[in-house]
């Protein structure tokens, strides 16, 4: 089956960065995704890793590196905004040829003045 | 603006009765919706997998009697909570990938309370 780890909560301060990590177990891997949600609002798509290496949108990075099951989140110069919970998500392939995508817990990240 | 619209956005039904939440592809068709459900502060789960004009592939532990899915059209699927009781009361998330499938796109969610 399938399974991810990541931190339940992290607190940084406004302006600072703060990285969430996110290692998975899983076969038939096909790349991580992660998402923002906000208190009682739906998950919002931040971004999407299938190769090894980094990938920047606005302040938000993303890096995954397959050989080591291991992703994180980057996010600079934080905002108050911010706050809210981020799962990373690992998409593989399922029995019958399916895609799936399961989520982490999710890290409630926590901005501070 | 929305590429997946859920509706209702917040229920609240008498135990044992039945919700029907729908789930609308805009803009374009989907043959696959995928149902989540989350309790407070937890993770997403997948209930079900929906494919347009075939029966759903439920996830174990979900039972395909009490949460009836239909996908009839490329831009609906909908879930159906039958005999609804108290710990039913969940956050359910529809969502469908992208064509070429790297990105989710989830709907606003629906809150469904069974008093």
């Known amino acids: 089956g399938q399974s991810l780890e990541q931190p339940s909560e992290v607190t940084a301060v406004e302006g600072a960065i703060v990285q969430i990590n996110c290692t998975y177990q899983t076969s038939g891997f096909y790349g991580l995704s992660w998402y923002q949600q906000h208190d009682g609002g739906a998950p919002t798509f931040l971004s999407y890793n299938a190769l090894d290496g980094l990938e920047e949108t606005g302040r938000f990075s993303s890096f995954l590196s397959r050989s080591d099951s291991y992703g994180y989140l980057l996010l600079q110069e934080l905002q108050m905004k911010d706050s809210a919970s981020y799962f990373c998500?690992?998409?593989?392939?399922?029995?019958?040829?399916?895609?799936?995508?399961?989520f982490g817990i999710g890290t409630k990240l926590q901005v501070i003045p | 603006g929305a590429v997946v619209s859920q509706h209702p956005s917040r229920v609240i039904c008498k135990s044992g009765t039945s919700v029907k939440i729908e789930c609308r592809s805009l803009d374009f068709q989907a043959t696959t919706m995928f149902w989540y459900r989350q309790f407070p502060k937890q993770s997403l789960m997948l209930m079900a997998t929906s494919n347009e004009g075939s029966k759903a592939t439920y996830e174990q532990g979900v039972e395909k009697d009490k949460f009836l899915i239909n996908h009839a059209s490329l831009t609906l699927s909908t879930l159906t909570v039958t005999s609804a009781h108290p710990e039913d009361s969940s956050f359910y998330i529809c969502?469908?990938?992208?064509?070429?499938?790297?990105?989710?796109?989830f709907g606003e969610g629906s809150w469904l309370t069974v008093v």
């Open positions: 969502s469908t990938d992208t064509i070429g499938g790297n990105t989710i796109y």
């Open positions: 998500a690992v998409r593989d392939r399922r029995s019958g040829g399916y895609q799936k995508v399961t």
